[in-house]
């Protein structure tokens, strides 16, 4: 006869927002999506225009972040170091008209990938909490 016993000092691994969202590809497609709808919408004007010409880079960087802060692979730490959000942002003038402009192009991009609800309400409270720590001006 076995023991049919549940083993439970077993721990239950934790599903990430990484893992939820579908991996990489999906985050590079919400970050694509984020930067078109930036390049695309003129009620994203004031965060283009902190932006360089070509947005790749920042394509780049903000997919290798977001993969890490996700809870999936630390691209982002392993090119740079600690993505030093606050300092890194120092130089462009963020207030809360730049924050929400950010947040409303992500939650555009969340919702044009199909991202669920509940998903989209978790991320988008953590990215709020994360975007207004950016601002670094008035108003």
């Known amino acids: 006869m076995t023991d049919s016993t549940e083993d439970t000092t077993q721990t239950p691994t934790q599903t990430t927002a990484f893992e939820l969202v579908g991996g990489e590809a999906r985050v590079r497609e919400l ?29 780049d960087k903000t997919f290798w972040f977001l993969c890490g802060w996700m809870g999936g692979p630390d691209h982002y730490i392993s090119r740079f170091g600690h993505p030093r959000l606050r300092a890194r942002h120092m130089p462009f003038a963020i207030a809360s008209s730049e924050r929400d402009q950010w947040l409303r192009a992500m939650a555009w991009a969340m919702e044009d990938i199909g991202l669920d609800d509940a998903l989209r309400e978790r991320l988008l409270t953590s990215f709020f909490e994360t975007a207004d720590w950016m601002r670094n001006r008035p108003g």
């Open 31 to 59: 970050v694509d999506r984020f930067y078109d709808l930036m390049d695309l919408e003129p009620e994203f004007a004031g965060i283009r225009a902190l932006h360089p010409e070509t947005l790749e880079n920042s394509r």
